[in-house]
């Protein structure tokens, strides 16, 4: 998947908001873009990591909104 998307797009923009709930950290994203044909396309998702208490990702969920 992220090899083909970063193969056919260009012009990306991220932009993110994260937030500590305990010991999981949140990141609210979303990215838009420009394709190699001039199409335009946006993705929203969310990154939830689970941390350990040394603050290591134990678990990763991404999903897609």
């Known amino acids: 998947f992220f090899r083909e998307f970063f ?3 260009r012009d990306l923009r991220h932009l993110w908001n994260t937030r500590q709930e305990g010991h999981r950290l949140i990141a609210d ?5 420009r394709r190699s044909d001039n ?4 993705l929203a998702g969310e990154d939830v ?3 350990d208490a040394t ?5 990763l ?3 897609f909104k």
């Open 55 to 59: 603050n290591r990702i134990t678990r």
């Open 49 to 51: 990591a689970d941390l």
């Open 29 to 33: 994203w979303v990215v838009i873009g």
């Open 39 to 42: 199409a335009l396309f946006s």
């Open 61 to 63: 969920t991404i999903s």
């Open 7 to 9: 193969q056919r797009s």
